[in-house]
């Protein structure tokens, strides 16, 4: 458990959360549509993008929640537990978050790298929507292993989403109907994340497929 003078961080509780969010998250799909980010380095890190987007909704002394990882050496951070009753297995100790997230960065930059050669590969080898289906299974994978993970003390789902959105749009697959914020669809998305956890990996893909896709 974090320390007992130390605040549960609930951004939805700021008065100007939607302002906030909403301004902060257009700016970042904007430098996502124009690539002015490396993809690769924020989906491998994402801790930049989640300060950006959560530094003006932490705690006034634990401005720190915004942009690191639990378990990382903050006073309010280094002891910082997650508890999802729906789920108990999302949400790992805060003593080995951040080197889970080493070893998924480094999937990260494997993956993206297989990808890029994959996708360098002409069209009459391998199709264009063996391609995408190629990027969307990785991309998925990534997505809900840091959902599992719930890296930071809040908007782990936002920190996920903009992950996927990084890797698939490094190859110009950019969603249409699975926004950063808010939370996409409800139902759907939470089926989604549920069936996958449950070793269905289908239903998340093909949600991610519609919303590239426009349906």
């Given at each position: 458990?974090?320390?007992?003078?130390?605040?549960?961080?609930?951004?939805?509780?700021?008065?100007?959360?939607?302002?906030?969010?909403?301004?902060?998250?257009?700016?970042?799909?904007?430098?996502?549509?124009?690539?002015?980010?490396?993809?690769?380095?924020?989906?491998?890190?994402?801790?930049?993008?989640?300060?950006?987007?959560?530094?003006?909704?932490?705690?006034?002394?634990?401005?720190?929640?915004?942009?690191?990882?639990?378990?990382?050496?903050?006073?309010?951070?280094?002891?910082?537990?997650?508890?999802?009753?729906?789920?108990?297995s999302v949400g790992f100790s805060a003593s080995?978050?951040?080197?889970?997230?080493?070893?998924?960065?480094?999937?990260?930059?494997?993956?993206?790298?297989?990808?890029?050669?994959?996708?360098?590969?002409?069209?009459?080898?391998?199709?264009?929507?063996?391609?995408?289906?190629?990027?969307?299974?990785?991309?998925?994978?990534?997505?809900?292993?840091?959902?599992?993970?719930?890296?930071?003390?809040?908007?782990?789902?936002?920190?996920?989403?903009?992950?996927?959105?990084?890797?698939?749009?490094?190859?110009?697959?950019?969603?249409?109907?699975?926004?950063?914020?808010?939370?996409?669809?409800?139902?759907?998305?939470?089926?989604?994340?549920?069936?996958?956890?449950?070793?269905?990996?289908?239903?998340?893909?093909?949600y991610i497929l519609r919303c590239i896709i426009g349906?």
């Open positions: 458990m974090h320390q007992l003078d130390c605040p549960t961080w609930e951004y939805s509780h700021h008065p100007k959360r939607e302002e906030i969010l909403k301004k902060r998250t257009k700016d970042v799909l904007v430098a996502l549509y124009e690539q002015t980010l490396d993809l690769l380095e924020s989906a491998a890190d994402s801790r930049s993008i989640h300060s950006y987007l959560f530094s003006l909704l932490t705690p006034r002394e634990e401005v720190y929640f915004a942009g690191h990882y639990r378990g990382e050496d903050f006073r309010c951070l280094k002891h910082y537990e997650v508890i999802i009753k729906e789920n108990p080995i978050v951040v080197g889970q997230m080493e070893v998924l960065a480094k999937e990260i930059r494997e993956g993206i790298k297989l990808l890029d050669a994959t996708h360098q590969i002409p069209d009459s080898e391998i199709s264009p929507e063996d391609k995408l289906l190629n990027t969307v299974v990785f991309a998925c994978k990534v997505f809900y292993i840091v959902l599992l993970i719930h890296p930071y003390a809040n908007g782990n789902g936002h920190a996920a989403r903009f992950i996927l959105w990084a890797i698939l749009g490094r190859y110009g697959y950019l969603p249409l109907q699975f926004p950063i914020h808010p939370r996409p669809n409800y139902p759907l998305y939470n089926e989604a994340i549920e069936a996958y956890s449950q070793g269905n990996r289908q239903v998340l893909e093909e349906e």
